[in-house]
Nanobody
Framework: QLQLVESGGGLVQPGGSLRLSCAAS????????IGWFRQAPGKEREGISC????????NYADSVKGRFTISRDNAKNTVYLQMNSLKPEDTAVYYC???????????WGQGTQVTVSS
């Protein structure tokens, strides 16, 4: 069964950058669309980006567009989320998820905490 593990979270100052990784095991990521989500305390989970399994097309929520970049390295069975110009409101637990199409996911990681604070 496909398992996803996020890493790369941490504490960063406003304006800083982090790169999150979503590493897969148990199955190849080639067949899957991968989405990134986040959930801040007291708020609903927010879908922020997705990369398709074919063609590599990507989409982003308005809240992160122009600052975050999703990419995949199928050879490493890993999807990345490069986060630049981070803001305190980006503070959340970040999750990756896999499905056959963007917007419909069947497998979830355990999450990684991102804290943006001075």
């Amino acid at each position: 069964q496909l398992q996803l593990v996020e890493s790369g979270g941490g504490l960063v100052q406003p304006g800083g950058s982090l790169r999150l990784s979503c590493a897969a095991s148990g199955y190849t990521l080639d067949y899957y669309a991968i989405g990134w989500f986040r959930q801040a305390p007291g708020k609903e989970r927010e879908g922020i980006s997705c990369i398709r399994n074919t063609g590599g097309n990507t989409n982003y929520a308005d809240s992160v567009k122009g600052r975050f970049t999703i990419s995949r390295d199928n050879a490493k069975n890993t999807v990345y989320l490069q986060m630049n110009s981070l803001k305190p409101e980006d503070t959340a637990v970040y999750y990756c998820a896999a499905g056959f199409v963007c917007g419909s996911y069947y497998h979830w990681g355990q999450g990684t905490q991102v804290t943006v604070s001075s």
